[in-house]
Nanobody, 125 residues
Framework: QVQLVESGGGLVQAGDSLRLSCAAS????????MGWFRQAPGKERELLAVISASGGSVYYEDSVRGRFTISRDNAKNTVYLQMNNLKPEDTAVYYC??????????????????WGQGTQVTVST
């Protein structure tokens, strides 16, 4: 049984930083690309970042590029999302996902089949 468990969310002030973690079990972690999404109330789920299975390639949405950093530790079966200079509009439930990705200079796809339960991030002014 595949499980993805996010942690590290919380209530912070604008300008603060948080690091989210997603611990995976039940799958060969090093074979899967991993991604982070978020969903704010009343909005669609938004892809933020994806990291390849080896960790050698990453993809960021424009909305978080330069502020968020995705990384992974295959020895710990964990993917991270370092979030800096948080803004109130970053308030959302953050989810990790596992799947298959193509990350190239002109080509990006992410097909995901596994989801975590999410962790709440709230950024106050």
């Amino acid at each position: 049984q595949v499980q993805l468990v996010e942690s590290g969310g919380g209530l912070v002030q604008a300008g603060d930083s948080l690091r989210l973690s997603c611990a995976a079990s039940g799958l060969t972690f090093s074979r899967y690309a991993m991604g982070w999404f978020r969903q704010a109330p009343g909005k669609e789920r938004e892809l933020l970042a994806v990291i390849s299975a080896s960790g050698g390639s990453v993809y960021y949405e424009d909305s978080v590029r330069g502020r968020f950093t995705i990384s992974r530790d295959n020895a710990k079966n964990t993917v991270y999302l370092q979030m800096n200079n948080l803004k109130p509009e970053d308030t959302a439930v953050y989810y990790c996902a596992g799947g298959i990705a193509t990350i190239g200079s002109d080509d990006f796809t992410f097909q995901y089949g596994y989801w975590g339960q999410g962790t709440q991030v709230t950024v106050s002014t």
